[in-house]
């Protein structure tokens, strides 16, 4: 695999021969890329991280939060209501003259993305570590660069850190460069992810507090809206002639990071005896062949060359350490004697002949009158598929016969793509199932027309078996799993032609594995910060096709979005913007406390005091330090014709609520329902716990079951009317993610959360005795 190498590699330098041991102490680690960045961050002890989880860089956070659990530093760490959110708070934070950090990947990152030029052109420095992975979609989680891609126009700094060692050396350098006063940009670390991120390596890291502090010195006292002595204007209108002036000083910017880039990286390596050229060149020295390639990939082709240079082949590698600014001269010096190369991308950059990098060395080396290389450009590795020794040796042979032929059949392709077989058809699983099939009958609703309310029967439990599942076993979630029971819980009811759209999060991944799918009625994915738009504007085409007779009316299709409760916090802004337009769908959540898919981080209806992979539990953090977002009256105060709470643990409530829903969806416009949900992994409770768990949580009235019905809430039930109300501490006390809680230490944090408790719960009592709430 790329990015593994068992052998020392020779490091080529400038400097280190002149310093080959570092000035400064140093220890033995034995870390991943994310655990070098987190130890980076610990000891430049930056003031402020925004972040939002997106493998494979969501450890970096979840490594801070553990250490921050322990003590071991003091960096305000605030999770964002997506990547976007997490943006936007370092750019204020970092506004404010403290150091700032984040981390981020693919489909955060071009979340991010927006926020990226308004930074360096109001030139704010902060460093964004950036564990590179795919874009979506489809929707892969390893890694390759198309992320990493899309930032190279927005004015950041990218250095690349190939290995573990250079993810926690750079992350130094990153404040240095960007904060220089010649420079003042914002600076990112790339490394690859998953190859790097999660691949455990020897470092070094610093044990002298006082040389890191020495070498970073102060953050420089920037312009900053928090000194009042000295108001300014951050970020005016501007228009034409004062932009493009702006812009100007963002390019000198650029170019004075070429001078003080190498300045950085000499005085780290003194004090480390590491040494990062601008550009990394490998056995360059009398190469007639070269690979160009980026990171990890790059550790890998050096294997290949030292086994062509064993028979003789004069080959090297060239690998940037710095991106942007692009190291135009360092590509023109060292290619001038090399007779061909090949340039691989682990991106395209479509219709364009080539990725990025491969397009920029073209255009460094074409305007040079002293080379005559041959280019080939490859894109290689997308989606995280490996690189191995024998794909350099490829790259090599293809640029070893043009350099011997001088002639260039094949300029660009991609390398590594496989050729299907027209007779090759998916796995077989369970068939479509077609409407017909699922309209049982199973809830009957009827409107009473005295108070407008709907009332639904059901028909017993037993008969639910009978109706033929729209979603196959054959999933890969976890045993236990509470998605799957609501879910079923769900279909059972719904009548007719439904479809659904998933957004990003468990109940997704696990039944998607292409070719396989584990739905048997139509299912479209979106991203979970947009599903509830997407699903609006496919309802509202399929009206207005019925309307214009290209669609029977007589479909009278249902369409419900499934979303995790993160996705209710990244995708809020158009689930809101759905509910007040009032479309006919369905959104149901289902909430099992925290964004699971990506790792347990924390999600906002993560309760108080619970421990996440981000609110971690230690001698200085108790877990979670905030409430729980209260989502359901969140769309009751959008004015839905039905908003609803539901659990798996209650199937029948739910059931009856799913099929008001249903019929509030087709006739009247948007309902929401909250549906709490098991998930024994992350709670940390045997698999089969669902029933006492949620059960507790309800009897607790920290989960309340309730319906708010053209704007009336009913509690549909009541544990005090039975006395089975229960303390939260009896539900507290079942699981392993809530157990510190009990401690007598914590016992102000548990009251306060029974406190919150009853306050929420005497307030959703008083709107529900009250004849307009
Ligand atoms: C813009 C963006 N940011 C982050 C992610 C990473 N991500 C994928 S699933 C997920 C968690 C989803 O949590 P939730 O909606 O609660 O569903 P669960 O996994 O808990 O079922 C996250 C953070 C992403 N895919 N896209
Ligand atoms: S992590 Fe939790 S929500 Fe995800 S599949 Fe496992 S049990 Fe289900
Ligand atoms: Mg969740």
């Not at 790339?190 to 002298?208: C, E, L, N």
């Not at 078996?465 to 509470?482: D, E, F, L, N």
């Not at 396989?516 to 504007?537: E, K, P, V, W």
Request: contains cysteine; charged residues 20%.
């Amino acid at each position: 695999m790329d990015g593994v190498t068992t052998r020392i590699l020779e490091v080529p330098t400038r400097a280190a021969d002149a310093c080959p041991a570092g000035s400064v102490r140093q220890k033995l680690e034995f870390r991943s890329g994310n655990e070098a960045a987190a130890l980076a961050a610990r000891d430049i002890g930056y003031h402020v991280m925004g972040y939002f989880p997106t493998p494979p860089s969501t450890e970096v956070a979840e490594n801070l939060s553990k250490l921050q659990a322990e003590g071991q530093h003091q960096i305000v760490m605030i999770a964002g209501d997506g990547a976007h959110g997490a943006a936007g708070i370092c750019y204020g934070a970092a506004l404010g003259g403290g150091r700032v950090l984040s981390a981020t990947s693919a489909q955060g990152l071009l979340y991010a993305l927006e926020q990226l030029p308004v930074q360096a052109g109001t030139r704010v420095p902060m460093v964004l570590n950036i564990a590179a992975r795919t874009v979506s979609g489809p929707l892969d989680i390893r890694g390759d660069h198309s992320d990493i891609y899309y930032v190279l126009n927005t004015g950041w700094i990218m250095l690349c850190a190939r290995d573990p060692q250079a993810v926690y050396d750079l992350n130094f350098a990153a404040v240095k460069i960007g904060e220089h006063p010649d420079v003042r940009l914002p600076v990112i670390v790339a490394y690859d992810g998953f190859f790097t991120s999660h691949q455990k390596r020897r470092i070094q890291v610093f044990d002298d507090p006082e040389a890191i502090r020495s070498f970073l010195g102060e953050r420089p006292p920037f312009p900053s809206p928090l000194d009042t002595e000295h108001p300014a204007t951050f970020g005016p209108c501007m228009n034409d002639s004062d932009l493009i002036n702006n812009k100007v000083q963002l390019s000198q910017a650029m170019e004075a990071a070429r001078r003080v880039i190498p300045e950085v990286f000499v005085e780290l390596e003194r004090m480390t005896a590491r040494a990062y050229p601008v550009l990394d060149a490998y056995r360059m020295d009398d190469a007639a062949v070269a690979t160009v390639l980026l990171n990890s990939a790059a550790e890998t082709a050096k294997e290949a060359a030292d086994d062509l240079r064993a028979q003789g082949e004069r080959v090297g590698v060239l690998s940037p350490n710095v991106l942007r600014p692009f190291p135009v001269d360092e590509f023109r010096r060292t290619l001038r004697h090399v007779k061909a190369v090949t340039i691989g991308d682990r991106a395209d950059s479509y219709g364009a002949g080539g990725g990025n990098l491969s397009l920029e060395v073209r255009a460094a080396i074409q305007i040079d009158p002293e080379n005559d290389t041959r280019v080939l450009s490859r894109i290689y590795g997308l989606g995280g598929k490996d690189f191995l020794a024998t794909d350099a040796e490829q790259f090599f042979a293809l640029a070893l016969t043009v350099a011997q032929t001088g002639v260039v059949a094949e300029p660009f392709a991609y390398h590594g793509a496989t050729p299907g077989t027209p007779d090759s058809r998916p796995r077989s699983g369970l068939p479509p199932i077609p409407a017909a099939l699922l309209s049982r009958g199973m809830a009957h609703v009827r409107r009473d027309e005295a108070s407008g309310r709907l009332e639904v029967e059901l028909e017993p439990l037993w008969k639910m078996t009978q109706v033929p599942s729209r979603i196959a076993p054959g999933h890969g979630a976890c045993p236990g799993c509470g998605a799957f029971p609501t879910l079923h819980q769900v279909y059972n009811v719904l009548e007719g032609d439904v479809v659904v759209l998933f957004q990003t999060g468990c109940a997704m991944a696990v039944t998607t594995g292409y070719p396989a799918t584990a739905h048997r009625i139509n299912y479209i994915h979106n991203l979970f910060q947009n599903g509830a738009a997407t699903l609006s504007g496919l309802v509202e085409m399929y009206h207005e096709r019925v309307r214009r007779g290209e669609l029977p009316a007589a479909k009278d299709i249902t369409f419900v979005m499934i979303t995790g409760d993160g996705g209710m916090d990244i995708g809020m802004g158009p689930a809101i913007g759905a509910a007040n337009r009032n479309h006919r769908m369905m959104i149901l959540e289902y909430d099992n406390q925290g964004s699971m898919n990506s790792g347990a981080q924390l999600s906002y209806s993560t309760p108080f005091g619970h421990r996440t992979s981000t609110s971690e539990v230690g001698a200085s953090l108790p877990g979670k330090r905030y409430h729980h977002k209260d989502t359901a009256q969140i769309f009751a105060a959008c004015h839905l014709p039905y908003v609803f709470t539901a659990s798996e643990g209650y199937p029948e409530d739910l059931m009856r609520k799913v099929a008001k829903a249903q019929w509030y969806a087709k006739n009247e416009g948007l309902v929401y329902g909250k549906i709490l949900s098991f998930c024994p992994l992350n709670w940390q409770t045997a698999d089969d716990a669902a029933q006492p768990v949620l059960q507790a949580a309800i009897d607790s009235c920290f989960f309340p079951l309730y319906e708010v019905e053209r704007g009336h809430t009913t509690i549909t039930y009541d544990p005090g009317a039975t006395d089975r109300r229960h303390f939260v501490s009896d539900w507290l006390k079942l699981m392993g993610k809530t157990r510190h809680l009990l401690s007598p230490e914590n016992a102000e944090i548990v009251a306060g959360i029974q406190a919150e408790t009853d306050r929420r719960w005497a307030r959703l009592k008083a709107m529900h005795e009250h004849p307009l709430l």
